[in-house]
C-alpha cells in the first residue's frame, strides 16, 4: 500500500464525527488500490499531468454528505473548494435529491428543439425575474465554456444580422479565463490553457485587467479599476467599429489566482459599451448563484450586461448545466421567417428536464431558507478564520469577495514555485481539507451550510497545512 494509506491524514478536528458516517459502505484496501490503477489506466483525468499521480496518489471518494467528501477508509475531507466551485447546498442535499428523483419519475430528457417541459420553463422564468426581466430567453447547453460560445456566436450574429458584419472581434481582460473550447480558449488569457492551441485561436485585443492587487501606494481598487477603463476607452475609441464584445467576470477572476476588483470597473465598462456600440459578456459561470454576496456579481455594480452565462452552482453541482441570458432587443433580431437567421445552435442535453429540476431546487433553497442575507454572517466566518492570515509575514494581497476568500504566498518564501500547489495540496489532505492552490494563491470557496466551528477548524488547518508546505 502507498504510504498514505498507513496512518489517518485527516485532521481530528476535521476527521470523522458522530452520524457522519453511519452505514458506510467500505471499500477494502485491495479493491482501493484495484480501483486507483484501472483509474490511471482507463481515465484521462482533467487539467492533470497524469504522470503527476506516480507521485500524488489518486483518492477515490465513495461518500459526500453535507460539506464532507468521504474515501474509502471514512476518513473525512472538509470540501473547502465546492468541488470546482459547483457544490452550492452540500453533499447528497435531501431537497435536490427529491427534486430529481421527482423528475426521474416524469420524463428525464427529451429535445427542445420543437418540444418543451415544466422544469426548463419554470427556471427560464425565475431566472428572469431574478434580473427583473432585464434578461430573459434563456439558452441552454451543459458546461461553462459551452455557454461562452453561445455568447460569442450570438453577439457575432446579432451584428452580421444589423448589417455590420465588420464588428466580429473580441475583447478580453488580462489574466481572464473563460473556457477551454477554441471561442473561450481564444477569449482566455491564463497562458497555461492557450500556449499549445494558439495556432487554432482567433486574434482578440486583450485589456488591462483592474486587479486590485495592481495599486501602487496610496491607492484603492477604485482607483485601479478607474485607470484600467481609461485604458479599455482608448481602445474603444480606435477599434469600436470592429469590435463585436467585450466578455468579463465579473468582480474575481477565478482561474486568474483569484484577481478581485471593484465594482467601478463594471459600471465604467457598461457605460462604455452603450457609448460605443459594444456587447457587454457577463461570464458569471464561477462568480454567480450568490458566490460573491448577491446573487448575480454584477448586481454589485448596478448594471446588467447584454449577455449572462451562468454554469457551476446553477444545479447545485449535481448535474451539467449551463445557460446564457440574454436581452430582448437581440432576441428579436433573430426573429424571422427565415430560418438561416435564427440562431442555428445547439446540445442534444439542452434544458435536460433533470438538470433544470435541480436548479429549481436551488432557487427554492435560496429563497426559503435566506441564502444571500444568511451567506453575510458566514463571509464574516470565513474573514475570521483566516485572520491569521493577514498577519502572517510570508502572506500577501488577502483578499475577499463573499464567500470566496483568497491570498498569495510570497514568491521569496516559495522554494520551488511551480511545486508549490501539489505540495500545498498534499499538505491539506494529511490536515482533512481539500484545497487547489492555483500557482502561489491559496483560496478557499466553500458551501453555504458550514457552521461557525467547521469554518474555523478549516482556518486552522490550511494554517497548518501552509506551515508543512513551506518547511
Not at 142 to 165: C, F, N, R, T
Not at 181 to 204: H, K, N, P, W
Not at 228 to 234: D, M, R, S, T, V
Request: proline share 3%; with cysteine; glycine share 6%.
Amino acid at each position: 500500500m502507498n504510504s498514505r494509506h498507513k496512518h489517518n491524514r485527516y485532521s481530528p478536528k476535521l476527521g470523522k464525527t458522530s452520524g457522519q458516517i453511519s452505514n458506510m459502505k467500505v471499500i477494502s484496501d485491495l479493491d482501493q488500490a484495484t480501483l486507483v490503477k484501472r483509474s490511471l489506466s482507463a481515465v484521462w483525468h482533467p487539467c492533470t499531468q497524469m504522470k503527476h499521480h506516480e507521485s500524488l496518489p489518486l483518492i477515490a471518494i465513495t461518500k459526500g454528505k453535507g460539506a464532507w467528501l468521504y474515501d474509502e477508509q471514512e476518513n473525512a475531507l472538509l470540501d473547502c473548494i465546492s468541488s470546482w466551485w459547483t457544490n452550492l447546498f452540500g453533499h447528497s442535499n435531501q431537497r435536490i435529491n427529491q427534486a430529481i428523483t421527482n423528475q426521474l419519475e416524469k420524463i428525464e430528457h427529451v429535445m427542445l428543439a420543437g418540444f418543451t417541459h415544466q422544469p426548463v420553463v419554470e427556471l427560464s422564468e425565475k431566472l428572469s425575474a431574478l434580473t427583473q426581466k432585464y434578461l430573459g430567453h434563456v439558452f441552454y447547453a451543459s458546461d461553462g465554456a459551452s455557454a461562452v460560445e453561445i455568447a460569442l456566436k450570438m453577439s457575432h450574429h446579432y451584428w452580421q444580422l444589423q448589417g455590420k458584419p465588420q464588428k466580429k472581434k473580441f475583447v478580453c481582460l488580462e489574466n481572464g479565463y473563460h473556457g477551454e473550447t477554441l471561442g473561450a480558449l481564444a477569449v482566455t488569457d491564463v497562458a497555461i490553457f492557450r500556449e499549445a492551441y494558439g495556432s487554432l485561436l482567433q486574434e482578440v485585443y486583450t485589456a488591462s485587467s483592474p486587479d486590485a492587487r495592481k495599486a501602487m501606494t496610496g491607492e484603492s481598487a477604485k482607483d485601479v479599476a478607474i485607470k484600467a477603463a481609461h485604458e479599455l476607452e482608448k481602445l474603444f475609441q480606435k477599434e469600436h467599429e470592429h469590435i463585436a464584445a467585450i466578455i468579463v467576470e465579473p468582480l474575481v477572476q477565478c482561474a486568474g489566482q483569484m484577481a478581485m476588483y471593484s465594482p467601478e470597473y463594471l459600471r465604467l465598462v457598461k457605460t462604455l459599451c452603450e457609448c460605443y456600440d459594444i456587447h457587454l459578456i457577463a461570464d458569471e459561470i464561477a462568480v454567480g448563484c450568490g458566490r460573491t454576496g448577491k446573487f448575480f456579481a454584477c448586481e454589485h455594480a448596478g448594471i446588467w450586461p447584454d449577455f449572462l452565462t451562468l454554469s457551476k452552482g446553477i444545479s447545485g453541482g449535481y448535474l451539467p448545466l449551463s445557460l446564457c441570458m440574454t436581452t430582448e432587443k437581440i432576441y428579436r433580431a433573430f426573429y424571422s421567417d427565415q430560418t438561416q437567421q435564427g440562431f442555428l445552435h445547439s446540445h442534444s442535453y439542452t434544458g435536460n428536464p433533470l438538470a433544470c429540476a435541480a436548479a429549481l431546487a436551488c432557487l427554492e433553497i435560496f429563497e426559503s431558507e435566506k441564502v444571500l442575507e444568511k451567506n453575510v454572517e458566514r463571509s464574516i466566518d470565513l474573514a475570521d478564520a483566516f485572520a491569521w492570515a493577514k498577519v502572517d509575514p510570508r502572506i500577501e494581497h488577502w483578499r475577499q469577495q463573499g464567500m470566496i476568500l483568497a491570498f498569495d504566498i510570497k514568491s521569496e518564501v516559495l522554494k520551488n514555485q511551480k511545486a508549490f500547489p501539489r505540495e500545498m495540496f498534499s499538505s491539506c489532505l494529511n490536515a482533512g481539507v481539500l484545497i487547489r492552490p492555483i500557482a502561489n494563491t491559496v483560496y478557499v470557496m466553500p458551501p453555504y451550510i458550514l457552521s461557525t466551528e467547521e469554518a474555523m477548524a478549516m482556518g486552522s488547518a490550511v494554517q497548518r497545512a501552509l506551515n508543512q508546505a513551506l518547511a
